[in-house]
């Protein structure tokens, strides 16, 4: 009986530790991020339009800098704002140096340290962008 309770909370404490995940928030998700993978989906998206989106995704480069989200690749450079929710649920990007584009807001899916999968919806549309951090 000793032997059998003594298994069984060891169960758990090892059960609870392999599912915790890390929590997101500014700190732990410093550096540069590399999309590894994309999806875009929704009403009016062809073919086409997916493998250009896919491509262009797939060549961005994301750098967190404190409060700052550099995205960048051949065509554009996007500084940002960002801010996570309390509960690392959302991701809220405000561009820096325009005033009448919305905030982008992302739905954070995933995060386990060295990968952060965001999604967005917006106008009907769903993009979701899986990013690996580099080792720097």
Not at 84 to 103: D, L
């Amino acid at each position: 009986m000793k032997y059998t309770l003594l298994y069984i909370i060891s169960f758990i404490i090892v059960l609870f530790a392999c599912n915790s995940k890390q929590p997101i928030n500014n700190e732990n998700i410093q550096g540069t991020w590399t999309c590894f993978d994309y999806t875009i989906s929704g009403e009016g998206i062809n073919q086409t339009m997916e493998t250009q989106s896919k491509q262009i995704a797939l060549q961005t480069t994301y750098k967190f800098i404190h409060d700052t989200l550099i995205m960048k690749n051949d065509y554009f450079i996007l500084p940002s704002t960002y801010s996570i929710s309390a509960n690392g649920k959302q991701m809220i990007c405000n561009v820096i140096g325009y005033t009448n584009i919305q905030p982008r807001i992302f739905s954070i899916q995933d995060f386990t340290g060295d990968v952060l999968v965001l999604e967005e919806a917006q106008q009907g549309i769903t993009t979701k962008t899986f990013l690996q951090r580099n080792k720097d």
